[in-house]
């Protein structure tokens, strides 16, 4: 899978040095991004140190990210690397991680708290609960597009109606879920 | 405001013009309020791709399930959300009206989501799978048994090009007839895409399948006519 739409202007904006496409982008992918590095450190400390040092990395070699694969499959790559190395410098003294960081060089926004929250795993039932309630037009829209990955104007394809209302029925999904978020106090401190 | 939240959306899904999503990446990264919102539009995702995988078995399951049954059927459900199969069992009939057992429906929607929808579907019967697949793939009535014309809906006629499909001049139907009833004692409907199939267990212990794009409201009068016909 190549490159998405979105990624690809992601991705020349930040080529071009546009620091709020790269917050964006890392706005975007650090929930996938932290909970892979969980996964695969089983440490949320290690795995927001790795996230930071990903972004880092991202945003030093973007010129060399070829488009050949998914933007997240390289920021996957990058992460785990370095976590693999991480995993390796912690045997011997000497840093295995191929490429320096200066971290200097650019500093990661503050958006990237300490804290870095991913929805906590009591909650994560209840708001997959609340998504099978969600109408059956609204729920298949949603899910098309964020466990199939399908586009917009695929899902108007498949469901047989425009892609305005592709559109709103996935905005609606998401709005339906925030709104229980809040009435759950999910993510609210 | 709803109307700037949509966009974030779009923006997320990076379904914005080019134009529109340049502006917007800016618009988003100096408003505190956006950029909280487009912050958790990723968790929402992290979270349900993360479910999904860990989902993933159920479904691998299933696939590999339907796929000893019906290598389409499992297309279908390769397609995960794409699949919009409803099964939706009918109350026992009665002469008053045609009713739908809202407690008993079953959406294969959503990426077949819901781990009871995986459980019934596994539970159903799988003469009747078969017979359905068979029906959709056929897409034309292969019986040698004639179709009492007593049985088309009202304002409904016989193709002339093919004289098993029944046509209203918008939507289509395509009628089977078994000397078997599969085990069906009430009458089953079930939703593809924007086709029905209908199984209507006849008195005389023989099953009728319409097939066809007619949704309930107008396939009701052709059942209920059906069952008055004693």
């Known amino acids: 899978m190549g490159v998405s739409k979105g990624d690809e202007v992601f991705i020349n904006a930040i080529k071009a040095g546009n620091a709020a496409a790269f917050e964006a982008m890392v706005l975007k992918y650090q929930p996938k991004l932290m909970s892979s590095l969980i996964g695969y450190t089983k440490s949320p400390d290690q795995a927001e140190e790795l996230c930071q040092k990903t972004f880092i990395k991202v945003w030093q ?47 990661v926004p503050q958006y990237l708290s300490p804290e870095t929250e991913l929805i906590a795993k009591e909650s994560e039932n209840k708001i997959i609960d609340f998504i099978q309630t969600l109408d059956a037009d609204t729920k298949t829209a949603f899910t098309l597009r964020e466990i199939d990955g399908r586009t917009y104007d695929e899902i108007a394809q498949i469901l047989k109606c425009p892609i305005g209302t592709v559109r709103s029925r996935i905005f609606r999904a998401r709005q339906l879920i925030l709104e229980f978020m809040d009435q759950e106090n999910i993510l609210n401190g | ?14 379904e914005l013009s080019h134009k529109e999503m340049q502006e917007g990446i800016e618009t988003m990264v100096s408003d505190e309020v956006l950029k909280e919102t487009f912050k958790k539009f ?8 993360r479910h999904s995988e860990q989902k993933a078995p159920k479904v691998s399951f299933i696939k590999e399930y339907l796929s000893k049954i019906n290598p389409v059927m499992s297309n279908l459900v390769t397609a995960a959300a794409t699949v919009m199969i409803t099964l939706i069992i009918l109350y026992q009939f009665d002469d008053d009206r045609f009713q739908v057992d809202r407690g008993s429906s079953l959406q294969l929607s959503s990426a ?5 929808a995986k459980n019934q579907l596994l539970n159903a019967d799988q003469n009747i799978m078969e017979h359905m697949i068979d ?36 939507n289509n139907l395509f009628f ?34 319409a097939y066809g794009d007619v949704p309930p409201s107008v396939a009701d009068p052709m059942i209920q006519s059906i069952y008055q016909r004693k």
């Open chain 2, 1 to 14: 405001m709803d109307k700037n939240l949509e966009k974030l959306s779009a923006l997320y899904d990076g």
């Open chain 1, 61 to 107: 070699k973007i010129d060399s990210f070829r488009g050949d694969s998914a933007l997240f499959t390289w920021i996957y790559r990058i992460g785990i690397n370095l976590a693999k190395n991480d995993f390796a410098s912690s045997f011997s003294k000497s840093s295995k991680i191929t490429d320096s960081l200066d971290q200097n060089e650019h500093d």
């Open chain 2, 176 to 209: 089977h007839l078994e000397n078997k009833q599969l085990g069906i004692k009430k009458v089953r409907y079930f939703k593809a895409n924007n086709n029905w199939i209908y199984l209507i267990p006849l008195q005389d212990g023989r099953l009728l399948t």
């Open chain 2, 135 to 170: 029906i959709m793939q056929s897409n034309q009535s292969h019986n040698s048994q004639q179709v009492s014309k007593n049985w088309i809906p009202v304002g409904f006629s016989v193709n002339p090009d093919n004289p098993n499909q029944y046509s209203n001049g918008r």
């Open chain 2, 42 to 49: 990723g968790l929402i995702s992290e979270l349900i791709q």
């Open chain 2, 112 to 116: 077949i989501s819901s781990d009871q």
